[in-house]
């Protein structure tokens, strides 16, 4: 990974207009993001009486997650970059996309996003409260660890290849698609496993409403070294030392 493309950016830069915009773009996507994919479990759980997850149940969380996902993406992309996620920015970071205070910046507003999504949705279902991640049955925090690894290496080499390459020509007309389409896959994959996080902020906002911290340092250590080690390779490999092509916002 070429160094000389990781920035801290400037102190001024926490309060320029562009970052403010940018922040609250990523609060508002993953308040969208969070809504519908952890509504879509509660609606599920009222459904079927609180009953166990049937494959359905599983199918259904894919989708509502990747049509939730591909909208965040996609209205948040021309703004902030549309992230929606701290590992993403965790990884777009160490490919030099995104300056050090702008990431901080993110990462608090989608910790915040998801956190006011899960108020919200405590709120408007009269009491229920959101869900937190947790491991399934015979699976370990190593086994979960090593599912949400490879999940969010799935994820931000995805995100790497459709929306960062500068060279990804027309497909980045498809990134958010893409971008869905790979985290409703690894929800069928990892889901009945460990609940298939992906994204820190995903698993934080249950977390806090319902104050249940079980394992919750998986939901971290695993996102952002899957992350870190895709940014790393798709980085080294594919991109190299070109030159990348000039970003709004300073990121993708």
Known sequence: MPINRIAVGTPGEASHPDAIRAALAEFFSMLIFVFAGEGSGMAFNK????????????????????FALFVAVSVGANISGGHVNPAVTFGAFLGGNITLLRGILYWIAQLLGSVVACLLLKFATGGWETAGFSLSSGVSVWNALVFEIVMTFGLVYTVYATAVDPKKGNVGIVAPIAIGLIVGANILAGGAFDGASMNPAVSFGPAVVSWSWTHHWVYWAGPLIGAAIAALVYDNIFIGNRTHEPLPNNDF
């Open 47 to 66: 459904l079927t009486d609180n009953a166990s997850t049937t494959p359905s149940g599983l199918v259904a969380a894919s989708l509502a997650h990747a």
